[in-house]
């Protein structure tokens, strides 16, 4: 019997994909695809000529019969989606449970992952965590959804597009506190690859000034006593630095040696904080 292979592809650089992944796209008798434009984009980078069979959420379950046939035939059917690894926030939930019902095979061919690049990259707890995905859109779910992660102690990872980080940010921070840390990793393993570090309040500012550009994978500190206890010391750091009159520069250089925390995040809440005791 045939196999069903899941195929991790590159999170934005074309060179991140496994010579084994290579191959499988190279020798499945069919290659079911998110968006065949972006597939063939990489296809022709690694000079691999197919012709592919589009599967997204809006045919996922007409194509099933079609990969259930292939399967009994003793073909391999590779499935990928737009980027990284399928499934994850992506079409083909369904398929992998129903052709595992049906007794057949099912391999993963792993790769990039956005989760864990952002995840690694964050300089935040990377274990335990949590992937939520993308965040609902309307704002009612998004409070409910935001309320029951509250309180959870594990490191909190989410998929949010430019559009709408501005105003995700402003429920986070309402419902987080804006002082829990965040890192917002954008354009990954592209050219304008960044990881912008701060907290919950301060990235909320930069992104009302500038709006980023390039899906983001927000990584959010978790509300842990260890956490609690360190914003509790910076507020309380740079509350006595404003009263004696103590430079941004200063404080943040003196209060980042004296709490292990990046000097960057220091000041930037010292701005936020000295900027609303003037108001």
């Known amino acids: 019997m045939g196999k069903l292979l899941i195929v991790a592809t590159p999170i934005g650089n074309l060179e991140d994909i496994t010579l084994r992944a290579l191959r499988v796209l190279k020798e499945a008798s069919i290659v079911l695809v998110e968006d065949t434009r972006r597939t063939q984009k990489l296809l022709a980078r690694h000079h691999i ?3 592919l069979v589009s599967f997204h959420k809006h045919n996922e379950a007409s194509r099933e019969e079609r990969v259930m046939l292939a ?3 003793g073909k391999d059917v590779a499935l990928v989606s737009d980027a990284g690894v399928p499934l994850v926030s992506d079409p083909g939930e369904r398929l992998v449970e129903n ?4 007794g057949f095979s099912v391999e993963v061919i792993p790769g990039p992952s956005a989760v864990l690049t952002a995840l690694v990259g964050s300089g935040l707890p990377v274990v335990p965590f949590t992937f939520v995905g993308f965040f609902p859109r309307k ?3 998004r409070t409910k959804l935001l309320s029951s992660l509250v309180g959870r ?3 909190l990872i989410f998929f949010e597009s430019p559009k709408r980080a501005l105003s995700t940010l402003e429920e986070m921070s309402d ?6 840390r965040c890192v917002a990793a954008r354009e990954l393993t592209k050219v304008h690859e960044e990881f912008i570090r701060g907290t919950l309040g301060s990235l909320l500012e930069q992104f009302a000034k ?3 550009k390039g899906e983001l994978t927000l990584v959010v500190e978790g509300n842990s006593q260890e956490a609690h206890q360190s914003v509790m010391y910076l507020d309380a750091a740079i ?4 009263t004696k009159g103590i430079s941004a520069k200063d404080a943040s250089r003196d209060i980042s040696v004296a709490l292990g925390i990046p000097k960057g995040i220091v000041y930037k809440e010292f701005l936020i904080k000295s900027r609303s005791e003037l108001e």
Do not use: D, Q, Y
């Not at 052709?99 to 049906?102: E, G, K, M, N, T």
């Not at 509350?239 to 404003?242: C, G, I, N, Q, V």
């Open 139 to 141: 704002k009612g779910e």
């Open 153 to 155: 102690n594990e490191t």
């Open 175 to 180: 419902i987080f506190g804006k002082s829990r």
């Open 71 to 73: 399967l009994e035939a």
């Open 210 to 212: 500038s709006h980023p």
């Open 99 to 102: 052709v595992s019902r049906a």
């Open 49 to 51: 000529k197919r012709n």
């Open 239 to 242: 509350h006595e630095a404003l």
